[in-house]
């Protein structure tokens, strides 16, 4: 019974068109062009070099997109047993119309060929789109992207603003918010300034949310007018080599700063918490970040208590937090749980965390998924593998265990899917 009910509550939930709120796909070049804007994907090069694969086979300059799917093929059968190997052959078989379930030496060139083929084709990104059920995504904008040249209901700007917040002291990081924004920064009133045009001109452009990936160490808090003044100057004047105090109020300020135009203009906070960066500088490009189990939500209750009418979606880089982020959600009105992100982002966390969040969570207070992919391709596979886990939940825990009918359960995980998106960011019908 219980597989049965399952495949019947995901095969109504894989006919909903979705809304994606938060991928890092470039509006203009939206979609692969060979298998190697797939296995390039962080997930595959990562896993290949921790399997053994030498760096400098992955990442050695001038190779042709062929000779590089051709060495990650080759390095690939350690892999096989992992998620993402599964996510790669069910793009393949329904995206590529690859029959088999392996990609090995004896196949691969004829597939990479074909690959190529079908992905050249001018109707391919929507194809991929259609085949996906997607109607729109989230992008990741940098703070000074022009904006220009892409549908933006399609493709919906999110302002990302990491380096605003974190990289202040560089002065490339500067020049571009002067360029930007034809305000230079030397001051509190500048600084807001600046800040306040950037959201003029993503709201303008349709955006519908503000995001930032912080660090376990990062706790946000109000710094004063006066403080923010002399960290200011200290920073433009010191650069990198400035007073740590100094950088933090600067972060503390332009955070804060952040916050208080997502709640002028009634955008939601993207909040995604606890990635140390660079803890494995070896490591291949983009697979160098862990998390840290020593962040706690706790740091961001000033943030949450001063800004009880901004919305924060908070993702939490792995499923050992995400206890913490359900009481969170339970407690305070502003707090929603966010996806199941990166490192959290296997069945087995999803499942936990899923199940745990629809338990205690308020049903209106939870998204359940975001791919947080670069190529549109991976929607497929990814959204498919959180509505298969959905449905195992929903049929085990609601349908047999609390005697739900088969229609409240799928309610619930279209709620999931497509609705609370749809009211929380404030896009689609």
Not at 97 to 109: L, R
Request: net charge negative; with cysteine.
């Amino acid at each position: 019974m219980s597989i049965d009910l399952r495949n019947r509550l995901f095969e109504q939930l894989d006919q909903l068109v979705l809304i994606d709120p938060h991928t890092h796909i470039n509006a203009l070049d939206p979609s692969s062009h060979t298998l190697a804007d797939i296995l390039g994907y962080h997930y595959y090069t990562e896993l290949a070099h921790s399997a053994g694969m030498p760096k400098g086979q992955i990442e050695e300059e001038g190779i042709s997109p062929k000779e590089k799917v051709g060495r990650l093929i080759e390095n690939l059968g350690p892999i096989s047993n992992t998620i993402q190997y599964s996510w790669f052959i069910e793009m393949a078989q329904k995206l590529l119309d690859f029959e088999g379930d392996t990609i090995d030496a004896s196949n691969w060139e004829a597939f990479y060929d074909s690959a190529a083929e079908k992905m050249s084709a001018d109707s391919w990104t929507d194809t991929v789109f259609n085949k996906s059920r997607l109607e729109s995504v989230f992008l990741t904008n940098d703070f000074d992207d022009p904006l220009e040249g892409f549908d933006s209901t399609k493709y919906i700007p999110c302002l990302r603003t990491d380096d605003l917040v974190f990289h202040l002291t560089n002065a490339r990081t500067k020049m571009r918010l002067y360029e930007a924004t034809n305000v230079e920064i030397s001051n509190v009133a500048s600084a807001r300034e600046a800040i306040g045009k950037l959201f003029d001109h993503f709201v303008s452009r349709n955006a519908k949310a503000c995001a930032i990936s912080l660090p376990p160490t990062f706790a946000p808090t109000k710094v004063s007018d006066a403080r923010a003044e002399t960290a200011l100057s200290h920073v433009f004047s010191h650069g990198p080599s400035a007073d740590e105090d100094d950088q933090r109020a600067v972060s503390n300020f332009i955070f804060w700063t952040l916050a208080e135009n997502c709640q002028q203009h009634k955008l939601p906070f993207d909040l995604m918490i606890g990635v140390n960066r660079k803890v494995f500088p070896e490591g291949v490009y983009q697979g160098q970040d862990l998390y840290d189990s020593r962040v706690s939500l706790i740091q961001y209750k000033d943030l949450l208590n001063a800004f009880p009418d901004v919305t924060f979606p908070i993702s939490v880089l792995a499923s050992v937090t995400n206890q913490e982020l359900v009481s969170y959600s339970w407690i305070f009105p502003n707090v929603v749980a966010n996806g199941h992100w990166w490192y959290s982002n296997t069945p087995t966390f999803i499942q936990h965390d899923c199940a745990a969040r629809l338990e205690a969570i308020p049903r209106t207070k939870q998204i359940g998924y975001y791919s947080d992919m670069y190529k549109m391709e991976f929607a497929l596979p990814k959204f498919a593998m959180y509505k298969r886990i959905l449905a195992k939940v929903l049929a085990e825990n609601f349908v047999i265990d609390r005697s739900w009918t088969e229609e409240s359960a799928v309610e619930l995980g279209t709620q999931l899917l497509r609705g609370n998106v749809e009211s929380i960011f404030n896009v689609g019908s």
